[in-house]
């Protein structure tokens, strides 16, 4: 279960967890899984984005205290949603990877108000990273970060307390690496192929563009 004081004592591996993967502008050398296998959703299901019927789908694995992760966030993921996702062409999820329990904490916190909710919570941890992730009392950051997204204090607290949030995304980070072989973050998943470490707009059109014909 993790607590207040869990991380608070923890945070210290967030800033270790954020600074050893590596960035790839290109993507590194695809390799397969179960296609099949990697689409059935874990307890807490997916977020998804985009049309069922697109011709790619991407899935990613990340951590929230990763930087490599907000770095992609920041400035791929916008580029990717605008010209891809919101057109119909590539159908997208975010599942969780959490490099340590302030990363798993903030990942209950983006799942605690529905699926609704999910992509402005974690679009605006990663967004303002520095400022909850890397502080001295990140717990407190992350509280009052939250508050902009109208999780109050009780609720925030009860969000770290619930038990099959707790479970939900440990199982998913621990079927990413039993399954997929997922080791670090970020990584993604293009219509069942492995990608690892950050990607440029340009590394990933590398990889759906021939996919989609153009």
């Given at each position: 279960?993790?607590?207040?004081?869990?991380?608070?004592?923890?945070?210290?591996?967030?800033?270790?967890?954020?600074?050893?993967?590596?960035?790839?502008?290109?993507?590194?050398?695809?390799?397969?899984?179960?296609?099949?296998?990697?689409?059935?959703?874990?307890?807490?299901?997916?977020?998804?984005?985009?049309?069922?019927?697109?011709?790619?789908?991407?899935?990613?694995?990340?951590?929230?205290?990763?930087?490599?992760?907000?770095?992609?966030?920041?400035?791929?993921?916008?580029?990717?949603?605008?010209?891809?996702?919101?057109?119909?062409?590539?159908?997208?999820?975010?599942?969780?990877?959490?490099?340590?329990?302030?990363?798993?904490?903030?990942?209950?916190?983006?799942?605690?108000?529905?699926?609704?909710?999910?992509?402005?919570?974690?679009?605006?941890?990663?967004?303002?990273?520095?400022?909850?992730?890397?502080?001295?009392?990140?717990?407190?950051?992350?509280?009052?970060?939250?508050?902009?997204?109208?999780?109050?204090?009780?609720?925030?607290?009860?969000?770290?307390?619930?038990?099959?949030?707790?479970?939900?995304?440990?199982?998913?980070?621990?079927?990413?690496?039993?399954?997929f072989k997922v080791d670090s973050t970020?990584?993604?998943?293009?219509?069942?192929?492995?990608?690892?470490?950050?990607?440029?707009?340009?590394?990933?059109?590398?990889?759906?563009?021939?996919?989609?014909?153009?």
């Amino acid at each position: 279960m993790i607590t207040r004081r869990d991380a608070l004592k923890l945070t210290g591996l967030a800033v270790g967890a954020a600074v050893i993967l590596p960035k790839l502008g290109l993507p590194a050398l695809a390799q397969g899984v179960d296609a099949a296998a990697l689409m059935q959703p874990g307890p807490l299901g997916d977020v998804w984005l985009g049309p069922k019927d697109a011709k790619v789908t991407i899935i990613e694995y990340a951590s929230m205290t990763c930087s490599h992760c907000a770095a992609f966030h920041r400035t791929t993921w916008p580029a990717l949603k605008e010209r891809y996702i919101d057109t119909g062409k590539v159908r997208f999820t975010l599942r969780e990877f959490p490099l340590d329990p302030l990363a798993t904490a903030a990942f209950m916190l983006a799942r605690c108000d529905g699926d609704a909710k999910y992509y402005p919570i974690t679009d605006l941890l990663f967004d303002q990273q520095p400022a909850w992730a890397f502080q001295q009392k990140p717990v407190d950051a992350l509280e009052q970060m939250l508050r902009q997204a109208g999780i109050n204090k009780e609720k925030f607290e009860a969000c770290l307390k619930d038990q099959k949030l707790y479970d939900g995304v440990n199982a998913t980070k621990q079927r990413g690496l039993d399954t997929f072989k997922v080791d670090s973050t970020p990584t993604f998943f293009i219509n069942g192929e492995r990608y690892k470490g950050e990607m440029t707009i340009e590394g990933m059109e590398k990889v759906i563009k021939p996919i989609l014909g153009s």
